[in-house]
């Protein structure tokens, strides 16, 4: 789905992970590591909704700030040119995002808003 064409369904996919990382405390190595290199790209794109999703989803899956064991387990897993990517990430893009201190509004947190 993170490849998919329409940009709607390639948020949602980046939401889902948000959702199951915030959602989820023990999550397997093969989860971490075929998501984080399916988002990487995805913090290069040119549309900013998708660009926005997918860091945010990647801070969340890393849960950096507070726990470190999902970096060192992503960074060890992931072959050296994405272990490269996820190490500028980290030093560049993360500290940005957490600076911004922002609350993301997840789709899966609220799919049936009663507004419609």
């Known amino acids: 789905a993170i490849q998919h064409s329409s940009l ?12 199951i990382s915030q959602n989820t405390q023990d999550i397997s190595t093969l ?17 900013t909704s998708i660009k926005f999703a997918a860091e945010v989803s990647l801070v969340s899956l890393m849960k950096s700030g507070k726990d470190q064991n999902r970096y060192q387990t992503c960074l060890t897993s992931l072959d050296t040119s994405s272990a490269s990517v996820l190490s500028e990430f980290h030093k560049k893009s993360i500290p940005r995002i957490l600076e911004r201190n922002e609350t ?10 009663t507004g419609l």
């Open 8 to 19: 709607e369904i390639r948020v949602l996919a980046c939401d889902a992970i948000y959702y």
């Open 104 to 113: 993301v509004a997840c789709e899966l947190d609220n799919p049936f808003p």
């Open 31 to 47: 989860f971490l590591k075929m998501t984080t290199s399916e988002l990487l790209p995805l913090t290069k794109e040119k549309n």
